[in-house]
């Protein structure tokens, strides 16, 4: 994951072609990370990591529901919504499924992601029922909090399909020195990759694939070359 600078996150309850699969997967992204809130099933989560699979591209599959992990791919990220409303998606759910299958967990394979969830009109934050109005102290706290005392080893700043506010992201920036910084949320255009590439380690890519998957296949370019122009 320190080595990555852009990922797609592909929903496995979305329809994506034969062709779209083949763009994402030999655009020169770190890696594809399969997951959603909605819908999620075994079957269709396997079906879409062997399509993935097919190519030489990093496949890791996001758990969010304990039923529909799939064997097979190159690491797991557990969420952990650092601002949910209830334990049950900081604690509880992940309690259960280690109690249910800990004997058998690849821990090797598996990191938390300490997600901070802003926009308030996702199907994550209904879900998790987050709390999103959280300004840039408290974001720069949150990410404070999953460094330095859940040792988490990825902060994900989450805005789900709406573009999101620089200066979140910039107080993420500041509340971490290990942590691995993600950013995800609207990303449509080369100016908006670009300022999120130059505060987030990593930019996460996922609505535009289906809305424009050669739009979303040019976000890699934007990103990477902005992290080099930033080297020199």
Known sequence: MNSWRHVFKLDPNRTLSDRGLETICNSGTDAVIVGGTDGITYENSRRLIERIRAYPVECLQEISDEE???FGVDGYLIPVVLNAGSLRWVLEAQHRAIRKYGDWIPWEKVAAVGYVVLNAQSKVARLTESRTGADPADIKAYARLAENLFRIPAVYLEYSGTFGDETAVRAAREGV???????????????????????ADTVVVGNLVYENVEAAAETVRWVKETVKEDQT
């Not at 942590?179 to 590439?197: C, F, N, P, V």
């Open 68 to 70: 529909a992990v799939v």
């Open 177 to 199: 020195e290990r942590s691995h910084l993600l950013y995800g949320g609207g990303i449509t255009r080369e100016e908006e990759a670009r300022r999120m590439a130059r505060w």
